[in-house]
């Protein structure tokens, strides 16, 4: 997988502009990444997936992230999804997780509501951040259970906080995707009207997963977190690289030395490398550390805080290299043609995602100060 996403991600990379004028990945991106097994990453052995640990996965991910933002945040959209493979019926895993170029995505949020049907639900709802939708085989959705009367799949389970499955062709993608960076993940808002779900095509993580293997006992949010502060890893590393190469050749106006002449630039590399290989630090910790205890049996609140601080933490970390980079290049930064305006509104716009927003601080630290704290979601 290493050496394929190796081969895509210089490719990607200089189709900045085809991507963000289009506003998604082009279809033979979409396909190209599909081909490098990460869109289904987490899916189980048995339907052919590579079932990877959670610390391969943000390596592909940062990759990826390095060479086309984007890119690494449809891989992390998709990847994450297909870790619910874990969670779904079995006669249903090979259905949706077992072709070698499925494209996964959805928004966990329960902006939907389920109707009662025979053998299955019917569902009508609308929900935003549809990352990589328009190059999906499945898109999922968060909803409401029905209401009257309760309703009991095919095993017996009354539906608690089911993400379901929706095909593409079932899907209305609504076009509202106008924003300031990670423009290529197409991240639109959708909508379904009487969707029909048949029986078992979804994932209800209030059970926990039917799959107990290591993987599949991470918690979710978790991972989901850090696929987040992966990318924003990748597009720091990046800016970093860009803006060494842009201060040995740039000699500000009226000066005869570059811009890796001058010792305030030289602080602003030395504390961007300092920022995003800090972040990346303490984030392969918390992976590690999570990823040891759920071998052990399920991962403790102490741990989950620390794997969601990790992220926050790591994201932050990862926007303060890049703003150095921004800030040191003076006006070069603002013109198109110069990558790191493209790296400064790529990872902003990835520090505003719910995962690793900064007021999740308030409940880690709530955690830390020993307060009652709702460890829902973490």
């Given at each position: 997988m290493v050496t394929a996403i190796e081969a895509l991600g210089p490719k990607t990379g200089g189709r900045a502009d085809e991507i963000d004028d289009a506003a998604r990945l082009p279809p033979d991106v979409a396909a190209g990444l599909a081909s490098t097994g990460i869109t289904r990453g987490f899916a189980p052995a048995e339907v052919g997936g590579a079932e990877l640990?959670?610390?391969?996965?943000?390596?592909?991910?940062?990759?990826?992230?390095?060479?086309?933002a984007s890119l690494g945040w449809c891989a992390m959209i998709s990847c994450t999804t297909s870790l619910l493979s874990g969670y779904v019926p079995e006669p249903w895993i090979e259905p949706l997780f077992g072709s070698a170029g499925v494209t996964l995505g959805g928004f966990a949020g329960s902006m939907g509501q389920a109707t009662s049907v025979e053998r299955g639900i019917t569902v009508t709802g609308q929900w935003p951040w549809g990352s990589g939708s328009y190059n999906c085989d499945w898109?999922?959705?968060?909803?409401?259970?029905?209401?009257?009367?309760?309703?009991?799949?095919?095993?017996g389970r009354q539906l608690r906080a089911p993400f379901v499955f929706f095909a593409r062709d079932q899907v209305e993608l609504l076009d509202t995707w106008r924003v300031a960076g990670l423009k290529g993940t197409g991240s639109t808002d959708y909508a379904v009207t009487d969707a029909l779900v048949p029986d078992?095509?979804?994932?209800?993580?209030?059970?926990g997963p039917r799959i107990d293997r290591t993987l599949y006992r991470f918690p979710f949010f978790g991972a989901l977190a850090v696929g987040v502060a992966a990318v924003t890893l990748g597009i720091a590393r990046r800016a970093v690289d860009d803006f060494v190469e842009l201060a040995t050749v740039k000699k500000p106006s009226m000066s005869s030395r570059t811009l890796a002449e001058r010792q305030v630039i030289q602080a602003e590399v030395a504390l961007a490398e300092a920022a995003w290989?800090?972040?990346?630090?303490?984030?392969?910790?918390a992976i590690a550390d999570a990823w040891a205890a759920t071998e052990q049996g399920t991962v403790g609140d102490s741990a989950k805080v620390l794997l969601r601080l990790a992220a926050v933490n790591a994201t932050e970390r990862a926007a303060y290299a890049v703003d150095r980079c921004y800030h040191?290049?003076?006006?070069?930064?603002?013109?198109?043609?110069?990558p790191l305006q493209r790296?400064?509104?790529?990872?902003?716009?990835?520090?505003?995602?719910?995962?690793?927003?900064?007021?999740?601080?308030?409940?880690?630290?709530?955690?830390r100060l020993g307060l009652p704290t709702d460890f829902a979601g973490l």
């Open positions: 640990a959670v610390a391969d996965y943000v390596d592909a991910v940062e990759r990826l992230g390095y060479h086309e898109i999922g959705g968060g909803v409401r259970p029905p209401k009257d009367p309760v309703y009991l799949d095919g095993e078992g095509r979804w994932a209800d993580m209030a059970y290989r800090s972040g990346r630090a303490f984030l392969d910790q040191g290049a003076g006006g070069s930064a603002v013109y198109l043609d110069n790296h400064f509104r790529d990872v902003h716009v990835a520090t505003q995602h719910a995962m690793v927003a900064p007021r999740l601080n308030e409940v880690l630290g709530r955690a």
